[in-house]
C-alpha cells in the first residue's frame, strides 16, 4: 500500500512541475513532462528507494521481533479475558 501511495505521489508531482513550467515559461506539453521527469528523476528515486529498501529491512526484522513480543501479549489478553488483570487489586 505504501508503495502505490509512492507512485500516485510521484505522478502528481511530475504533473504539477509540467503544468508550473508550463504556465511560466510556456513549453509544449511534451517539453514540460520531459523536464519534469529529468528535474524530478533524483528526488522520486531516493524516496522510492528509502520507502522499498526501509520496508525490506522492516520485514527481515519480524521474524526476529515476533517471537519476543507475542507471549507476553498473549499472557495479557488471557489476563483480561479471565478477569485477572491487575485493576481493582489491593497489594
Not at 510521484?10 to 520531459?34: E, K, M, T, Y
Not at 523536464?35 to 528507494?49: K, N, Q, S, V
Request: glycine residues 10%; contains cysteine; charged residues 20%.
Amino acid at each position: 500500500m505504501l508503495l502505490i501511495g509512492i507512485v500516485k505521489k510521484n505522478g502528481i508531482v511530475l504533473v504539477d512541475f509540467a503544468l508550473d513550467a508550463q504556465r511560466q515559461r510556456g513549453p509544449s506539453p511534451r517539453a514540460a513532462i520531459h523536464e519534469a521527469c529529468l528535474t524530478r528523476f533524483r528526488p522520486i528515486m531516493m524516496t522510492t528507494l528509502a520507502a522499498l529498501l526501509g520496508g525490506l529491512l522492516v520485514s527481515q526484522l519480524t521474524p526476529y521481533t515476533t517471537p519476543v513480543i507475542y507471549p507476553p501479549l498473549d499472557r495479557w489478553f488471557l489476563q483480561r479475558r479471565r478477569g485477572g488483570g491487575r485493576r481493582g487489586r489491593v497489594g
